[in-house]
């Protein structure tokens, strides 16, 4: 997968060039962007194109708005932002597509950078509408995707934009992801450790067995895979346990059992929760207690793994070669249920093998806890990182020149 063309492959100079990319930033309610990461990782590529000569049109989406202008989900914000990085004027197109966008496009100078208003203000693009795609298409010589948070996604931007405009190349952080997670996948030195956790199996439970290699019978490419986080009950109450009032996703149960039956046949290391802090309610002022993994009382629920656990994730977690982490380990943001999320991010920032987080609440946890500059290589893209792992391909990515 990490055989397609990059920017570098390709003339860019006096050209428009279309980049799709990811500045789906969060605002406080000022609508001042409280994490800049995502703008920041997309630098080496539009300085590139602006060393470069290029005509640098920009990408992106913001938020929800389904197919309506919401002012609130302006790109403006990300706009100032990216200025004050770069050192120089960027201007925001009141659309992105049009008589009037494509005026300011064709007006562009060499080095120039516009970014395009919010791409999700019209519901073609989720659709993968082929006009609206052709208009983007239009406004463009050259298109680049550096935006691998969307890359799962088969949108109008990431995917059908590339039916009407060659050359279509990866910018250089689509490249460092591709690579980076495709190394996990074909060549990662051993013992490699993937630790999930998260609340919801269904999105996970592809990972799990593509690691395992029980989906298609091929040897393992995870050495020890640890669950833990909400999706964990579902795992406990496979093996017969009473969970109480825990997170439980029912229709997953005979899966996540064949999946535990499958690695204990082929001899695989799949580590569970032995101790759980368990509490009667979700909150601050929640009453707890530590429980085994087999006894969580019944009026009660699990909402972080506990110390015994901890103790044991923490160790296999130092221990590798090369460990992927995606989804805390409980209700972290609750300072209650967070000892468990910590210990893993506090080990996972120890470890001195390569350490890989995939994106999401996981790269919440450990920015928010202080252990972000520890780590190898933090994905901008949570469920793009997750598709990937699970052997999919990305539309974002197959849509490029190979």
Same mark, same amino acid.
């Given at each position: 997968?990490?055989?397609?063309?990059?920017?570098?492959?390709?003339?860019?100079?006096?050209?428009?060039?279309?980049?799709?990319?990811?500045?789906?930033?969060?605002?406080?309610?000022?609508?001042?962007?409280?994490?800049?990461?995502?703008?920041?990782?997309?630098?080496?590529?539009?300085?590139?194109?602006?060393?470069?000569?290029?005509?640098?049109?920009? *990408?992106?989406?913001?938020?929800?708005?389904?197919?309506?202008?919401?002012?609130?989900?302006?790109?403006?914000?990300?706009?100032?932002?990216?200025?004050?990085?770069?050192?120089?004027?960027?201007?925001? /197109?009141?659309?992105?597509?049009?008589?009037?966008?494509?005026?300011?496009?064709?007006?562009?100078?060499?080095?120039?950078?516009?970014?395009?208003?919010?791409?999700?203000?019209? #519901?073609?693009?989720?659709?993968?509408?082929?006009?609206?795609?052709?208009?983007? *298409?239009?406004?463009?010589?050259?298109?680049?995707?550096?935006?691998?948070?969307?890359?799962?996604?088969?949108?109008?931007?990431?995917?059908?934009?590339?039916?009407?405009?060659?050359?279509?190349?990866?910018?250089?952080?689509?490249?460092?992801?591709?690579?980076?997670?495709?190394?996990?996948?074909?060549?990662?030195?051993?013992?490699? $450790?993937?630790?999930?956790?998260?609340?919801?199996?269904?999105?996970?439970?592809?990972?799990?067995?593509?690691?395992?290699?029980?989906?298609?019978?091929?040897?393992?490419?995870?050495?020890?895979?640890?669950?833990?986080?909400?999706?964990?009950?579902?795992?406990?109450?496979?093996?017969?346990?009473?969970?109480?009032? &825990?997170?439980?996703?029912?229709? &997953?149960?005979?899966? $996540?059992?064949?999946?535990?039956?499958?690695? /204990? #046949?082929?001899?695989?290391?799949?580590?569970?929760?032995?101790?759980?802090?368990?509490?009667?309610?979700?909150?601050?002022?929640?009453?707890?207690?530590?429980? &085994?993994?087999?006894?969580?009382? #019944?009026?009660?629920?699990?909402?972080?793994?506990?110390?015994?656990?901890?103790?044991?994730? *923490?160790?296999?977690?130092?221990?590798?070669?090369?460990?992927?982490?995606?989804?805390?380990?409980?209700?972290?943001?609750?300072?209650?249920?967070?000892?468990?999320?910590?210990?893993?991010?506090? *080990?996972?920032?120890?470890?001195?093998?390569?350490?890989?987080?995939?994106?999401?609440?996981?790269?919440? #946890? $450990?920015?928010?806890?202080?252990?972000?500059?520890?780590?190898?290589?933090?994905?901008?893209?949570?469920?793009? &990182?997750?598709?990937?792992?699970?052997?999919?391909?990305?539309?974002?990515?197959?849509?490029?020149?190979?």
């Amino acid at each position: 997968m990490s055989t397609r063309k990059t920017v570098r492959d390709v003339d860019v100079a006096n050209k428009k060039v279309f980049v799709r990319v990811d500045f789906n930033v969060p605002l406080d309610g000022d609508l001042n962007i409280t994490d800049d990461s995502r703008i920041v990782e997309t630098l080496p590529t539009i300085r590139y194109l602006v060393e470069q000569n290029a005509k640098i049109i920009l *990408a992106a989406h913001l938020g929800r708005p389904k197919g309506k202008v919401v002012p609130a989900m302006s790109l403006a914000p990300a706009t100032k932002r990216l200025g004050e990085l770069l050192g120089k004027d960027v201007q925001l /197109a009141p659309d992105c597509v049009g008589d009037e966008v494509k005026a300011l496009c064709d007006a562009l100078q060499p080095g120039d950078v516009l970014l395009l208003e919010n791409l999700r203000f019209h #519901a073609e693009e989720e659709k993968n509408d082929p006009a609206f795609a052709q208009q983007l *298409a239009s406004l463009a010589e050259v298109y680049v995707n550096d935006a691998f948070g969307a890359a799962h996604r088969a949108h109008a931007s990431t995917a059908g934009i590339a039916d009407y405009v060659r050359p279509a190349v990866a910018g250089f952080l689509m490249a460092k992801e591709l690579e980076i997670l495709g190394d996990l996948l074909s060549a990662p030195k051993r013992p490699f $450790v993937v630790i999930l956790g998260g609340a919801k199996v269904a999105d996970k439970i592809g990972v799990v067995r593509n690691l395992l290699g029980t989906a298609n019978g091929r040897r393992s490419s995870a050495d020890t895979v640890v669950i833990g986080g909400g999706m964990s009950y579902t795992f406990l109450k496979a093996k017969g346990y009473e969970i109480g009032n &825990s997170l439980l996703d029912a229709e &997953s149960i005979g899966t $996540v059992g064949q999946v535990m039956a499958d690695a /204990a #046949a082929k001899g695989l290391n799949l580590l569970l929760p032995t101790d759980i802090l368990a509490a009667d309610k979700d909150g601050e002022d929640a009453q707890t207690k530590i429980v &085994s993994a087999d006894g969580i009382p #019944a009026d009660m629920m699990g909402m972080d793994i506990g110390p015994e656990s901890a103790k044991a994730f *923490a160790a296999v977690a130092e221990s590798a070669a090369t460990l992927f982490w995606n989804g805390p380990m409980g209700r972290f943001e609750v300072s209650l249920f967070a000892a468990g999320t910590r210990a893993v991010a506090e *080990a996972v920032a120890k470890c001195p093998g390569q350490t890989v987080i995939g994106g999401g609440d996981s790269a919440a #946890a $450990v920015a928010q806890m202080g252990f972000a500059e520890k780590i190898t290589h933090i994905s901008t893209g949570g469920g793009a &990182s997750l598709e990937f792992l699970e052997g999919r391909d990305l539309p974002g990515v197959v849509a490029l020149d190979q």
